[in-house]
């Protein structure tokens, strides 16, 4: 009679104080999570933690696909958090990808973007190569909204995110995309449905009224081979980035 060995799950951690807690240790390893939230709730913020706290603290490369900003000024908003990105990069530990100069038709000084005339296969191609450049651990992309207008037809999308769950599952890597959820009270967690889908994740970060203030809160809506509450808790985005407090739960 064989007996099975269990192999437990390797965990990555995500970077952000309390958070782990709440995941049984860090996001499985070589997974997508869908960080999902309405405008303004610290998706980029959290992604961008989870690159550079990657490269800082746990010595794991990631590359950073910006399309919705630039990379100089991704840089500059997340120096505000005391994160020196150009030294990881210097080091070779972090590839920022930028995504947005040359849709909005402006020269790029970076060494690593993206061509204007969108082709997901050059897309995929590109940021497969880059991530074996740096043989890198982790990757985001920001966001999935941003693929899309950059598509013909927006309902390529599905095509495009079947693709891109192909090429990630065969990187290896551990994946943070971001999308906006059209209204993730009443479970509208992506714009085109698709993103949960492909996702072994799902994060929810957004806002919420109490006593009248606006409150932070994420939620773990899914997150396979990981046992995990589906309550909601609070997180504050402070000097030093993202802090979530797992003791507490809003409800």
């Not at 997974?31 to 794991?60: M, N």
């Not at 908003?77 to 990105?85: P, S, V």
């Not at 000084?109 to 005339?117: A, G, H, I, K, T």
């Not at 740096?134 to 037809?153: M, Q, T």
């Amino acid at each position: 009679m064989m007996i099975m060995s269990y192999q437990p799950v390797r965990r990555v951690k995500s970077g952000i104080p309390g958070f782990d807690e709440l995941i049984e240790g860090g996001f499985p390893e070589g997974t997508t999570v869908l960080i999902t939230g309405g405008t303004g709730t610290g998706k980029t913020t959290f992604a961008a933690q989870f690159i550079y706290k990657g490269a800082e603290e746990y010595g794991e490369p990631g590359v950073f696909v910006t399309l919705e900003e630039r990379a100089s000024d991704l840089r500059r908003e997340m120096a505000t958090f005391g994160w020196d990105f150009e030294k990881y990069e210097k080091e070779g530990k972090i590839a920022i990808i930028d995504g947005v100069s040359s849709v909005v038709g402006l020269p790029s000084e970076e060494r690593f973007v993206l061509e204007d005339r969108f082709n997901v296969d050059n897309f995929l191609r590109y940021i497969y190569r880059v991530v074996k450049t740096i043989n890198a651990k982790r990757l985001v992309i920001d966001s999935i909204p941003s693929i899309a207008l950059r598509l013909e037809e927006e309902r390529k999308i599905r095509e495009v995110l079947l693709k891109l769950n192909t090429i990630l599952l065969e990187m290896g890597v551990t994946t943070l995309l971001t999308t906006e959820a059209p209204d993730p009270q009443h479970g509208k967690l992506s714009r085109y449905g698709i993103e949960e889908f492909i996702a072994r994740g799902v994060v929810v970060l957004d806002l919420q009224e109490k006593n009248i203030e606006l409150k932070r809160y994420v939620l773990i809506r899914k997150m396979r081979e990981t046992r995990h509450s589906m309550k909601k808790y609070p997180f504050e985005i402070g000097p030093n980035g993202i802090v979530v407090y797992p003791s507490g739960e809003i409800y």
